[in-house]
């Protein structure tokens, strides 16, 4: 059963910085290529970055330059740096599969709130 636990959400003034977490079970993590993805109130749901299975990694341009995913393969863990946050940035943020081939898995994790004060 796949199971996403994603952290290191909270509070943040613009400008300022955080790092989230997501522990991934239930697959081989090493061979997937993972995404965070993004929720603010009223809108779709987005996809925010991308890692390959590789290392290879793509952003949307709204956090390209700000962000940098990244994944370590012995935690099964995927990981979003965020840095020169802004107030835009607030939102849910979610870890799962990337949308290539079948896309992401049908069960979400809880997420992790962003809240980036002005």
């Known amino acids: 059963q796949v199971q996403l636990v994603e952290s290191g959400g909270g509070l943040v003034q613009a400008g300022g910085s955080l790092r989230l977490s997501c522990a991934a079970s239930g697959f081989i993590f090493r061979i997937v290529g993972m995404g965070w993805y993004r929720q603010a109130p009223g809108k779709q749901r987005e996809l925010v970055a991308v890692?390959?299975?590789?290392?290879?990694?793509t952003y949307a341009d709204s956090v390209k330059g700000r962000f940098t995913i990244s994944r370590d393969n012995s935690k099964n863990t995927v990981y979003l740096q965020m840095n020169s946050l802004k107030p835009e940035d607030t939102a849910v943020y979610y870890c799962?599969?990337?949308?290539?081939?079948?896309?992401?898995?049908?069960?979400w994790g809880q997420g992790t709130q962003v809240t980036v004060s002005s």
């Open positions: 890692i390959g299975s590789g290392g290879s990694t």
């Open positions: 799962n599969k990337g949308p290539s081939g079948s896309g992401p898995f049908g069960s």
